[in-house]
T-cell receptor, first 113, second 110 residues
């Protein structure tokens, strides 16, 4: 079983839709949670991060973490065609492993006008 | 400030050939990483370097070697390329838990 599982999609939604992207993880040592966005033929770029359970909002994006159920979500409100990309969840552990991330498979999202 | 740079952008090799992928960062980060990305597999860690002079294996190190030349540069070497090493390779550097990625190298091994 992989440490991080992410539904690869692909996910296709109309412009303006609310998008929900989800990951589950099995490693209780994960302490912080990143979401990366990757446009086609580009390197991943950090979108959001959170260090605790609960919600964190940044504009149209909300990251949600439930450590008790080991579940990570990213919500995109009022989705735009420019949001079309692959989204990667990436939790990380502390201690001697701080800085190392474990990536999910990525979810391919297409927002059509 | 270029961030993380990688060379070459694209390379075609024949089975058995060797090559070195170059990575450099100008953000003064201590940690650097090499990943490969294959369809449906996400990013898998090949090797990482927590600081200058140290390197450690990641999830998929077989067939690769690395050199942390100095704080800026971290190279990945394929001694004898195999078709299974066809992939997109990303280098990253990190500070305070956040990783910053380069644009990637697309490698095709025939």
């Amino acid at each position: 079983q992989k440490e991080v599982e992410q539904d690869p999609g692909p996910l296709s939604v109309p412009e303006g839709a609310i998008v929900s992207l989800n990951c589950t993880y099995s490693n209780s040592a994960f302490q912080y949670f990143m979401w990366y966005r990757q446009y086609s033929r580009k390197g991943p770029e950090l979108l959001m991060y959170t260090y605790s359970s609960g919600n964190k909002e940044d504009g149209r994006f909300t990251a949600q973490v439930d450590k008790s159920s080991k579940y990570i979500s990213l919500f995109i409100r009022d989705s735009q065609p420019s949001d079309s990309a692959t989204y990667l969840c990436a939790p990380g552990a502390g201690g001697t492993s701080y800085g190392k991330l474990t990536f999910g498979q990525g979810t391919i999202l297409t927002v059509h006008p | 400030n270029a961030g993380v740079t990688q060379t070459p952008k694209f390379q075609v090799l024949k089975t058995g050939q060797s090559m070195t992928l170059q990575c450099a960062q100008d953000m003064n980060h201590n940690s650097m990483y090499w990943y490969r990305q294959d369809p449906g597999m996400g990013l898998r860690l090949i090797y990482y370097s927590a600081s200058e002079g140290t390197t450690d294996k990641g999830e998929v190190p077989n067939g690769y070697n690395v050199s942390r030349l100095n704080k800026r540069e971290f190279s990945l070497r394929l001694e004898s390329a195999a078709p299974s090493q066809t992939s997109v390779y990303f280098c990253a550097s990190s500070e305070a838990g956040t990783q910053y990625f380069g644009p990637g190298t697309r490698l095709l091994v025939l």
